[in-house]
């Protein structure tokens, strides 16, 4: 019989893989464009801002999340990551579309500030979404296969902060990055 408990790492190690080849597949262009439908080019415009919303939403609902589980309210806190989760999806979602079409949206500043400035904010906020997948992942499938009387004795709190420390660093620096590429140049 199939026990999720016992294949909890090995299930964040293939989520996390098909995830990332997703991601860098898109960036990449291996996702042949074709495959998808085609939205007008005013919808494929407003998916960045649409995704700063999204990514300043699930800031909104990890902070309410963690301070939920500080007050003891486990439901709530489950809602919230549960939350968390679907705004990251919905996120990945947009962002693979819009990427797969268009590819990669250059940096249209000053080389100065895309030399020191925007490459830095955007490799770190590129390393933090990489290391953050396995962690939500892991900390997912923990809540998902312990009853909540057992999860304090699991990994569950330790990747949890984890998780949403990488996820809050990550989806601040990703609209810093938004602010750059779109609003200020």
């Known amino acids: 019989m199939f026990d999720v408990r016992e294949q909890v790492p090995a299930l964040t190690g293939v989520l996390t893989v098909v995830s990332l080849a997703l991601v860098f597949g898109a960036v990449g262009g ?4 074709a495959l998808l439908p085609r939205v007008p080019d005013s919808v494929l415009g407003a ?10 939403a699930a800031i909104g609902t990890i902070v309410a999340g963690i301070r939920a ?3 003891g309210d486990v439901e709530r806190h489950r809602r919230l990551m549960v ?13 693979l ?5 268009l590819g990669p949206t250059d ?22 979404a990489i290391v953050a997948i396995p962690a939500v992942y892991y ?9 909540v009387s057992e999860l304090s004795r699991t ?3 330790r990747a949890g902060k984890v998780a949403a420390t990488l996820w809050l660093i990550s989806f601040s620096l990703g609209i810093v990055v938004y602010l750059m590429l779109y609003l200020i140049w």
């Open 69 to 71: 589980i500080r007050r």
């Open 97 to 101: 579309y819009r990427v797969t079409l």
């Open 155 to 157: 990994n569950h709190p």
């Open 47 to 56: 998916i960045p801002t649409v995704n700063a919303v999204i990514s300043a």
């Open 107 to 128: 940096f249209a500043g000053p080389a100065v500030v895309e030399t020191y400035v925007y490459f830095p904010l955007l490799a770190i906020h590129i390393l933090l």
């Open 139 to 147: 900390t997912l499938l923990l809540a998902a296969s312990y009853p």
């Open 30 to 33: 291996a996702i042949p464009s």
């Open 83 to 95: 939350a968390t989760f679907g705004l990251f999806v919905a996120f990945l979602v947009l962002y």
